[in-house]
């Protein structure tokens, strides 16, 4: 079947292929060779862009706000309560807290303010269970290293039952 040519008047004498009109050979599409035209066509009309001296320094240079390191959390001001608790707990403990290594002296404040919390707690109740407390008291005090189990034993009976003193003194 022949196709009439519009612009010589000629008449074509076979129809192109299928895989012809899509391919512009070694595996490109006519679409991408005509992007590439047009990308090659600004390229040309455009002049080379050169980065600006405040471009390179925005490129160089660190952020000017300083990344945390770490993200502190608030810490929520600490009841009269929890203060009394923590001083009777590290009462008699100051010679074996300064002879802890630091990253032990760490752990063991830590554990001591969250045992103060949990104990606070607990005194709050109507029904104080003092095996509860004694519980907290003696895996604060395991952290202590090379501690004596009997020191440990006498050491939470004895802080107990000056909690328990408190307790009974903010009750009246």
Not at 122 to 134: A, G, I, N, P, T
């Given at each position: 079947?022949?196709?009439?040519?519009?612009?010589?008047?000629?008449?074509?004498?076979?129809?192109?292929?299928?895989?012809?009109?899509?391919?512009?050979?070694?595996?490109?599409?006519?679409?991408?060779?005509?992007?590439?035209?047009?990308?090659?066509?600004?390229?040309?009309?455009?002049?080379?862009?050169?980065?600006?001296e405040r471009e390179i320094g925005r490129l160089t240079q660190a952020p000017s706000t300083p990344v945390p390191a770490q993200v502190v959390q608030p810490v929520a001001p600490k009841s009269a309560i929890v203060e009394e608790i923590e001083q009777i707990l590290s009462d008699g403990l100051e010679d074996i807290y300064m002879e802890?290594?630091?990253?032990?002296?760490?752990?063991?404040?830590?554990?001591?303010?969250?045992?103060?919390?949990?104990?606070?707690?607990?005194?709050?109740?109507?029904?104080?269970?003092?095996?509860?407390?004694?519980?907290?008291?003696?895996?604060?005090l395991k952290i202590i290293p090379g501690v004596n189990k009997f020191f440990l034993e006498q050491e939470a009976k004895i802080k107990a039952d000056r909690l328990l003193a408190l307790r009974a003194k903010q009750r009246l």
């Open positions: 079947m022949a196709f009439p040519d519009e612009k010589r008047g000629q008449v074509e004498t076979s129809r192109p292929e299928p895989e012809d009109i899509f391919s512009a050979g070694e595996g490109r599409t006519v679409r991408t060779v005509e992007r590439e035209q047009q990308r090659e066509e600004r390229e040309r009309s455009e002049p080379p862009r050169e980065a600006s802890m290594p630091p990253e032990v002296q760490i752990a063991f404040q830590k554990k001591g303010e969250e045992t103060a919390t949990q104990i606070a707690v607990l005194l709050q109740e109507v029904k104080v269970r003092v095996s509860k407390v004694l519980m907290l008291i003696r895996e604060w």
